[in-house]
T-cell receptor, first 113, second 114 residues
Framework: AQSVTQPDIHITVSEGASLELRCNYS??????LFWYVQSPGQGLQLLLK??????LVQGIKGFEAEFKRSQSSFNLRKPSVHWSDAAEYFC???????????FGTGTQLKVEL | NAGVMQNPRHLVRRRGQEARLRCSPM?????VYWYRQLPEEGLKFMVY????????ESGMPKERFSAEFPKEGPSILRIQQVVRGDSAAYFC????????????FGPGTRLTVL
């Protein structure tokens, strides 16, 4: 079965430091991958997505992610974190013929000032 | 262009009552998805609908839960005879087509069962 693993439940970084959130997927075919961010009490906002082509994907708010097929990974990165980035981040893969998302359990990001 | 709208944002029900959650997709989107987020967990797919059709309900509990997306009006997720375990955030998403489109999420309805 398809699955998404986010090994880090909580991550704390200092403002201005770099960030990498890990995501590993298990899927037989070429995956369609997403990163979403959820602020407390809010819905999910799409940060970026990978369907095909260039394996380094740029998103909103200065985020990027790199698809590595050999490692089954799609890690999210940001060179310099801002306090407003504190939120929960979800990695997801499209499964079921392209009409449902399978989510990881999320990584809660805390930013220290 | 308004985003996905859900109402109510917060819903409190007593055990045994019915809960009705509404979702209006983005303009031009005819595909709707419902997800449930239990406390301290990620989102789990429940059901995928097009207008007047249920396409995939593989994530729906077998009893008490139903969903519809009528020709006119919002999509409705209905939970009958709610139990405490139904307390969760329910998110609706929409997309223009049912293929590998980006799904855009609403703000969610937070259901609390007393």
């Amino acid at each position: 079965a398809q699955s998404v693993t986010q090994p880090d439940i909580h991550i704390t970084v200092s403002e201005g430091a770099s960030l990498e959130l890990r995501c590993n997927y298990s899927y037989g075919a070429t995956p369609y991958l997403f990163w979403y961010v959820q602020s407390p009490g809010q819905g999910l906002q799409l940060l970026l997505k990978y369907f095909s082509g260039d394996t380094l994907v740029q998103g909103i708010k200065g985020f990027e992610a790199e698809f590595k097929r050999s490692q089954s990974s799609f890690n999210l990165r940001k060179p310099s974190v801002h306090w407003s980035d504190a939120a929960e981040y979800f990695c997801a893969v499209v499964t079921g013929g392209g009409n449902k998302l399978t989510f990881g359990t999320g990584t809660q990001l805390k930013v220290e000032l | 262009n308004a985003g996905v709208m859900q109402n109510p944002r917060h819903l409190v029900r007593r055990r045994g009552q019915e809960a009705r959650l509404r979702c209006s997709p983005m303009k031009g989107h005819s595909h709707v998805y419902w997800y449930r987020q239990l406390p301290e967990e990620g989102l789990k797919f429940m059901v995928y609908l097009q207008k007047e059709n249920i396409i995939d309900e593989s994530g729906m509990p077998k009893e008490r839960f139903s969903a519809e997306f009528p020709k006119e009006g919002p999509s409705i997720l209905r939970i009958q005879q709610v139990v405490r375990g139904d307390s969760a955030a329910y998110f609706c998403a929409s997309s223009p087509t049912g293929r590998t489109d980006t799904q855009y999420f609403g703000p969610g309805t937070r259901l609390t069962v007393l």
